[in-house]
């Protein structure tokens, strides 16, 4: 296929990266030009602007939050430029909102717009092993659906409409910082108890919490080692207030993700918002009188 | 070995079994006679009390909770009639003060007391694939260790103190509960959103969250069906209790734990003390003004 | 003095008749014509659009919200028409950020803009006995200070920016609603104790608690009576909304404002969006199991 | 009347020396002796022990805690000893469990029991301004009612049960605290915003929360002075518990209890157990990273 892209960051790179590999044309834009050579060598065709990124069958739209993808698909008078025929496939962490407007603005112009967020960190989309989750019509994620299964180790279907994918990606992203929280705490209570954290968390992750998220996060609870980060604390209090702010609109009260929200909110006033979301161990174990690091 | 075995509930009776088919010679005592007789007629030597199981070389111990344990062990002068060099192996899930005080009685009378309390829900049980948690003297523990093999598929030495094992096990519950909690609230706002439970919930548990913790509640609360109770969720509250009793001894603030308190609460408020913990979606959907079942 | 006002509902028709009853010359508008015609037949003069409200000393404004403020104030280029040395008084409950925004617009045009929100319900407008918090320059406040002292039985002066008294505002709202969810909270307790509620209340707001918004709410919590409603709780969940977004911005956590904000949605979801925010009391009864109604 | 009196710390000695001062007859008990001896002085019998006390037709007991009740009271054989026709008057703060337990030992031996706590701190029961709440039966209520009359400026009587006054005085204590904590957050976010805090909090607590409680403590917080305590923050916690464990029993939710429970426990980690419980506030400044005294 001929595919576009936009956004070349930390996740965008090893995506389109993938998408390339599996023999698709891609035309790569990116705000700045580094990444873009990289793709460039790689085979890809470097495109002026987004808007000449949307010439083909397919453009995909890996950018950093609603403002980004705001500033450069409206802003960047991407669908009015689109080819026709051309499936809009956004796999950026987005608002429900932004993914409505957006949605019907493709609409308008008789684009087809697919969210497909994606779950897993930047080392997971190298290995091509990321899950992809799709809402949009039916026609439109047939069309694309071998182009999403270059980039992920599976397709998860939720629902004929964007706005499912997404809040499935917001649910989720909820769910990770969750479990962060609950072995935050629950590590600082047997830390307190004279167990090591690492011993906790180990007999836990090794058993009923055996799986990806609890692994990767028990890892860094138990070194209480929060950097270099892998995803933001900024971010994650982001992707939360976007889970708080969907349940707002439908009236699903979130009481866990309230707590996420203040515990976010006091880690950045102590100075943990560029580290690892992770550093939500920080803020448990000052709280409960521990040191922050183990001797 | 010579075994002792008082209590024979949900939890004790497959423990038994499996200890008496690993080829120790068992006594055992419960409350009421039917699981005796059953047990008797594997093999075992009924008790006509508690006292009288604690004549070999280590007497293990399955009882509901604090009351029940005070009750067999203090109340039935256990520890005065102990054999000389039996080990005490506590499998309840007690307080982190029972076991403090547990073993210090021990002490009195030179009898070693582990605690190890168990991971797993009956049906883990029978299949002997029990998680367990082991703490309390080295070589108290080596004198045991093929005991303890003998009932799960693996033991976790947590530190040389039983109350070590004790708060682990609260820690872990804690975690279970929590968990539940995380996925009763993403699964409510994913439902406002048009994104069927049991959909919303597979994605997540068959990736990221693809644990045993995760996957046995995730099924009920896509399913919205919280009956029969596995674990009722009145005990529920009780770990949780427990868990931030012993927060509390140690200054230790657990912010998602006192949210579940509130939560089971609630849920016993409504009537459903007896249902399975994982009730707890029923609570996040009727606040969320979500039917409580599937159409 | 030359006075314009915008916004003539339940709050704004009873302070700009305290304006004309002081002996300014009052210019009105509103988006509906009734109430403009009954400040027509105080003597007051009609105007045609909000900009032509705009051409006194002073604009008073008292609208719903953000969007309400913004469609008329920048929608209606009330600024751009306004008359030369007039003061901008905002006595409507807007975000800190509208504040700020507002503020910056009328410097650009050199129009001072002074934030000037209320505390009271109607009918301690209708009495002229409103606190009046103003934020702003000294000198802009000084030439409406006798406006001000018209509408309220007070002004305080909280800083010489006008996010200063939208902070205020906020901040109090926010110490409402929490009293109102104490009283919720501790009304169930002797409840459940077999104490009414009406006692309970009485003995509290009329010691420790002698104050009006304890008092105001008590009397309501005490008859669960949450209809007719004198601040209904959208609007409630709005203003804890306002509160925590300023937390966010400053990275201020505020666990009990989340708390209101997820039972305020919870009571919506429940039907209660529109009776007053005292109607926290039926939710936190229901969470209890207590009847909605004394018998 | 012949009174007894046990306990004469910080607030049983100004409110016995009121009893004398209304023409009571006297007898006092104390652990230390000291306060007994100044008692003397003023005209009291001093008792050699608990049971001595509990001659005359009224015996009066406010102890620290259940503790002290239980070790007073029970451990001092003083039911057993009692004159026959003498009331119980308990003024302590305790759990409704150990008034129940309290009242029904007192029963078996025919002595009617009243629970009746007080609100106020030191000072206010030096000047006699006690609030008194009163539960037990009108009989026996009927027959003290001058004696209460004697410490305080009004009897709230508020149920026939002693475990009425219980819960009245515990959910009393849980709106204190969360007064201090609704204070202490908002004061936080006003700080943050440029407003001083004492000027955030004179507004409010000169008007929409001009009562005591408020006043008490705003400037407390105002002041950001939390040393010498009027009551330690480690009683606040143990009065919150004790609010929460009847909220447990009767199933009533407390989420503001619950984030309070926390906070005092996170206080408690930090060093402030032995600050006054409006140190909260210290808390609630560290968690948004603000200073914790004014420039």
New interface residues.
């Given amino acids: 296929m001929d595919v576009g892209f936009l956004g070349l960051g930390h996740m965008g790179k090893p995506i389109a990266t993938h998408v390339l590999r599996a023999g698709h044309r891609l035309t790569v834009w990116n705000r700045s030009a580094a990444p873009c050579e990289e793709l460039g060598h790689l085979g890809a065709t470097v495109a002026v602007d987004p808007a000449a990124a949307a010439r083909g069958e397919a453009l995909m739209i890996m950018l950093a939050d609603d403002d980004a993808c705001r500033a450069v698909l409206i802003g960047g008078r991407v669908l009015e430029s689109a080819a026709p025929g051309i499936v809009l496939i956004n796999l950026s962490t987005v608002s ?1 909102e932004l993914t409505r407007e957006l949605a019907a603005r493709a609409q308008q112009h008789d684009i087809p717009y697919v969210a497909a967020p994606v ?1 897993g960190r930047p080392e997971v989309a190298q290995r091509g092993q990321l ?1 992809v ?1 799709a809402g949009g019509a039916h026609a439109a994620i047939a069309r694309i659906e071998s182009l999403l299964g270059s980039i992920g180790q ?1 397709t ?1 279907r ?2 004929d ?1 964007p ?2 994918a997404s ?2 990606k ?3 992203n ?3 910082a ?2 962060i ?3 935050a ?6 830390q ?4 090591p954290r690492a ?2 968390l180990e ?2 992750t090794s ?8 692994q990767i996060y028990g890892r860094m609870l138990a070194e209480q080692r929060y950097e270099p980060a892998g995803f933001k604390l900024r971010l994650g ?1 982001k992707d939360v ?1 976007l ?1 708080l702010q ?3 609109r ?10 996420l ?3 976010f ?2 880690s ?4 943990a918002g560029d580290q690892d979301w992770s550093a939500l161990g920080r803020a448990a174990a000052r ?4 040191p922050d690091k183990p001797a």
Avoid: C, K
């Fill in positions: 429900v779950f899950n989750v599976r998860w939720v629902g409409t706005e499912a809040i499935v917001l649910a989720g909820f769910m990770i969750s479990a929280e609950t072995m705490e629950a590590a600082a209570l047997a307190a108890y004279g167990v011993q906790f007999v836990l058993t009923l919490f055996a799986s990806p998220a609890y209090l207030r889970a969907a349940g707002e439908a009236h699903v009260p979130l009481p866990f993700a309230s707590v929200r203040d515990h909110l006091e950045i006033a102590q100075g709280r409960a009188g521990l």
